[in-house]
């Protein structure tokens, strides 16, 4: 009865440490899945900035490389690692695609879900005048 015992203590313990383990790995997804929506949130209002910015100097000078240079501007003063990927002029409406990466614990270092820390926002603007 006794050795029965013994394994039956060591057999709770083993489910004990696996639903510990389980609890663990749920709280870390759940931060990287916060992380990232904090990053998407943060990501769509940076590029709202952007946008407006680059719509507003591409109104002013009628000028592609004068509205990207803005838009980097904007960028730099916000001190992100968001990257400009694609600025597009299509009559007065500029669009900006941003991409930035969340800083995740988990997801961003397994390679089948490295995309999912990719954060990539695309916003658009007119100037204030039109």
Do not use: C, H
Not at 112 to 124: G, I, M, W
């Amino acid at each position: 009865m006794t050795r029965r015992s013994a394994a039956q203590d060591g057999l709770v313990g083993k489910l004990i440490l696996a639903w510990l383990v389980l609890a663990a790995l749920l709280v870390v997804l759940a931060l990287d899945v916060g992380s990232i929506m904090l990053a998407r949130y943060r990501t769509a209002d940076l590029a709202q900035d952007v946008s407006f910015a680059a719509a507003e100097a591409f109104a002013d000078t009628d000028d592609v490389e004068t509205a990207r240079v803005v838009a980097l501007g904007e960028l730099r003063r916000a001190g992100t690692d968001a990257r400009l990927k694609r600025i597009e002029v299509n009559g007065g409406e500029v669009t900006v695609v941003l991409v930035d990466r969340a800083g995740t614990l988990l997801l961003g270092r397994l390679p089948f879900a490295d995309d999912l820390a990719k954060v990539t926002v695309t916003d658009s603007a007119v100037p204030s005048g039109g």
